[in-house]
């Protein structure tokens, strides 16, 4: 793992440390890819380095804090240590304080605009005051078509300050595709002059005991699981099930991030033919997603863009066929015959896909089930992309700043060795 380096070089320990800001993580569910991607990341690497991660001391959207960890402490949880910061820890100076006081290697931020889990240590690090360390920065999707367009002047007001005051000079960026790439280096310009490509880990699926399929001529049973936002694009689903001409029963599952959005939403459901009944299931913990997708016959997410998409991983290995735009890194679904990647720009398209499915004879929906199932199988086995991360990890090793890599005198807070 140290390729021969000795074992002073990471201060006394045999694995290098990733101090890894994210502003949810588990126990938390809400927040959706970002949770999943840092956890399977854990769980993938986290004997070859240790991760140190900092988060909120809440779910997304609660009002309270986890009931079930210690709050402005460091705690084990899988492979990594979480620190869980209240909101006065979630501070300038608080921010600084924690990053001074825990060594590592390398500073992980999992955003581009989030304020506490990305902003914050930028500035600490810009102002000099905490360890120039090896930063890597993965936007998550931010750069998207569809995700960049929410808020835009916003955001772009940001990306120019940024790029004034040099927050994000000598960072490498991770792109989860050579799209995701592509996304960032016409975003950002000259600032992203290292870009690598690092995929996303899905989860290990685990066996779903799945019902028989149902017999054609009873409603398709289609699921929407996700946040309700914009960027997911639930009314642009309920606008194709206003068009089709099969009966469809479809559910809908999922935090509501975008409480203005989701009245909208509901308003589209008085805008369904009798033959199509829709309904709300409300929140579902990880620990039942599959089971809960394996009860229906075609996950349904025709998102504005994804720079992974777990549930989508999630959705096939519980076998069900995706049908989804054609803005995730999740392509040709259909000659694969585990699904449809569709463009937006036409939901004709999307109409006639549901219609094929509907009409499927209960041995072709065995069959598909099966062929997704292995296709999910497949994709989290492979190597590849865990190698592709772990290089990530190792080359940044290598982008030491400056001439030292002593800690600022005075750091009398430091994690246990």
Known sequence: MNSGRPGHRFSGRSKPRVLTFVHYYLPGYKAGGPVRSIA????????????????????????????????????????????????????????????????????????????????????????????????????RGEFSQGALGLKLLKKRVYMAAARVLGLYRGVIWQASSEHE????????????????????????????????????????????????????NLDYALRVLARVQIPVEFTVFGPVSDAVYWDECRGLFTDLPSHVSVRYGGLVPHDLVAPTLANHDLFFLPTRGENYGHVIHEALAAGLPALISDRTP???????????????????????????????????????????????????????????????????????????RAYPSGDSERPPQ
């Not at 889990?117 to 120039?132: H, K, W």
């Not at 995929?199 to 699981?225: A, I, K, M, N």
């Not at 896909?353 to 099966?370: F, G, P």
Request: charge should be negative.
């Open 40 to 139: 399977n990341l854990v769980s993938r690497l986290g004997d070859e380095f240790e991760f140190w991660i900092v988060t909120s001391d809440r779910d997304a959207h609660d009002e309270e804090p986890y009931s079930d960890v210690r709050i402005d402490e460091w705690n084990a949880v899988g492979k990594a240590h979480v620190f869980y910061a209240s909101l006065p820890n979630q501070r300038l100076g608080a921010t600084l304080r924690l990053i001074r006081a825990t060594e590592h290697e390398v500073l992980y931020l999992n955003s581009f605009f989030s304020f506490a889990s990305t902003i914050r240590p930028l500035v600490v690090r810009r102002l000099g005051l905490a360890p120039r360390r090896p930063l890597i920065v993965a936007p």
């Open 181 to 232: 790439a592509e996304e960032i280096r016409s975003a950002l310009g000259r600032v992203a002059e290292q870009v690598v490509i690092a995929p996303d880990l899905p989860s290990l699926p685990e066996p779903v005991l799945t019902p028989p399929p149902q017999e054609s001529g009873h409603p398709l049973r289609l699921v929407f699981l996700s946040r309700v936002s914009p960027m997911k």
């Open 330 to 404: 999740w392509r040709d679904l259909d000659s694969r015959g585990v699904g449809w990647d569709l463009p937006l720009a036409d939901d004709s398209l999307y109409v006639a896909a549901i219609e094929e499915c509907a009409a499927w004879e209960s041995s072709e929906r065995e069959r598909r089930r099966l062929r997704c199932i292995a296709y999910a199988r497949e994709a989290a086995e492979s190597d590849e992309d865990s190698q592709a991360n772990r290089q990530m990890f190792l080359s940044a090793l290598t982008a030491i700043e400056g001439p030292s």
